[in-house]
């Protein structure tokens, strides 16, 4: 059964029995799924980057723990949960920044513990992990509605819109967050041109952010980081749209490397700055943004571009992959709860209980 929509392009099916991923790594030249039946194979898809996106990242965790329940239940001679909490354990371990991964792990723990030890618990699990991903599918289409408003409201100031990794299909279960935010006002004749960052090292923005937006006729220009200034200096750009992997308590985002940069410089310009991600995004657990732990991944990524060397040999690598835009440049947080503008501490509890906002 595949339960994604929107444009055709799904980054995770659940088929039958199993799992199959779209392999991001080799995109766009190859369009390729893989096929999981095994959590611990999950789990490594997701730190190789098999499945990346906050979002996308937790429905495919979800997935991991109906796998390892299967395999605990049919192994085990009575106890299934103690060799479970190891698998599951081992799914925690595979990022550590994005929230989701944890918040959907944290869902599927809540449902394994009411579950009596002689039932098998595969059923009660997928239900779950499948409403994991039709919520996040709901969540997108509310927020490309909320985030173009805004759009809207601000139609004097530029026809175009800046975005940074990839945050669309292929990062969520739906239309994604900023993306989705992106194709909602580019159908409503709100926009007309969107400035993709390539995003060094992994270039998420020029591998998967263009492909998707060239497949849907949205006309894109890809830019080097470098580059983010002039643009907001001579182009007629209205907003910075990015997504986030994790929000805390007062509002701060933690996301993709170089997010930091495109806020600051937006003030600089004059450009607004909107973050877009679901409430699965938010942990209120964390007072503020110094508390996320950043991801620092291997000096690969840095020194070789599709495995040929581009530094020399043996040279430092310093590659930290999140960074935390403060919460005083952000103008505005879209959820699917409602819009935070100019997040504050109660601005961000009145969001999370539910209080209308919007
Ligand atoms: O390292 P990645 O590709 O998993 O990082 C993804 C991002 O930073 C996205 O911008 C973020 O998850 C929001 S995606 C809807």
């Known amino acids: 059964m595949s339960i994604s929509e929107e444009n055709g392009v799904e980054a995770i099916i659940w088929q039958d029995d199993h799992l199959k991923l779209l392999d991001q790594r080799i995109l766009p030249e190859k369009e390729e799924y893989l096929s999981y039946h095994d959590s611990d194979a999950v789990a490594s898809a997701i730190t190789d980057m098999v499945v990346r996106g906050a979002p996308a990242i937790g429905i495919t965790a979800a997935y991991g723990v109906v796998l390892a ?8 001679t009575s106890d299934w949960k103690s060799p479970l909490a190891d698998s599951i354990q081992v799914l925690a371990d595979s990022r550590p920044t994005a929230v989701n991964l944890f918040w959907a792990l944290d869902k599927m723990k809540a449902v394994i513990e009411k579950l009596p030890m002689d039932v098998n618990p595969e059923a009660a699990l997928l239900k779950i992990a499948i409403e994991i ?4 599918i709901a969540a997108n289409r509310t927020m490309g509605e909320f985030g173009a408003e805004l759009i809207a409201d601000t139609q004097d100031s530029g026809r175009s819109v800046m975005t940074h990794c990839n945050t669309g299909a292929l ?31 992994w270039f998420q923005g020029a591998r998967l952010t263009a492909w998707e937006l060239m497949r849907e006729g949205i006309p894109v220009s890809l830019n080097v980081e470098g580059a983010a200034a002039h643009i907001m200096k001579t182009q007629d750009i209205s907003w910075v749209i990015v997504g986030a992997d994790r929000i805390t ?21 004059g450009v607004r700055f909107m973050v ?15 508390d996320i732990p950043i991801e620092e991944r291997g000096p690969d990524e840095v020194v070789a571009v599709k495995g040929q060397q581009v530094a020399p040999e043996g040279v430092d690598v ?25 997040p504050t501490v109660e601005k961000m509890k009145a969001l999370m209980s539910n209080e209308r906002l919007h």
């Open 133 to 136: 991903h039709q919520s996040d």
């Open 318 to 342: 310093f590659n930290p992959v999140f960074d935390v835009t403060p919460a005083d440049l952000i103008d505005v947080i879209v959820t699917e709860k409602g819009v935070v503008e100019r």
């Open 69 to 76: 329940a299967r395999a605990c239940f049919a192994t085990a």
């Open 276 to 290: 877009v991600a679901p409430s699965s995004t938010i942990d209120m657990s964390l007072e503020h943004g110094d």
């Open 249 to 269: 308590a007062n509002g701060d985002v933690a996301n993709k490397i170089g997010t930091y940069n495109l806020a600051v410089l937006a003030l600089h310009h």
């Open 171 to 201: 990062a969520t279960g739906g239309l994604g967050t900023a993306l989705g935010v992106i194709r909602t006002a580019f159908d409503k004749g709100l926009i007309d041109h969107v400035h993709a960052d390539e995003t060094r090292p």
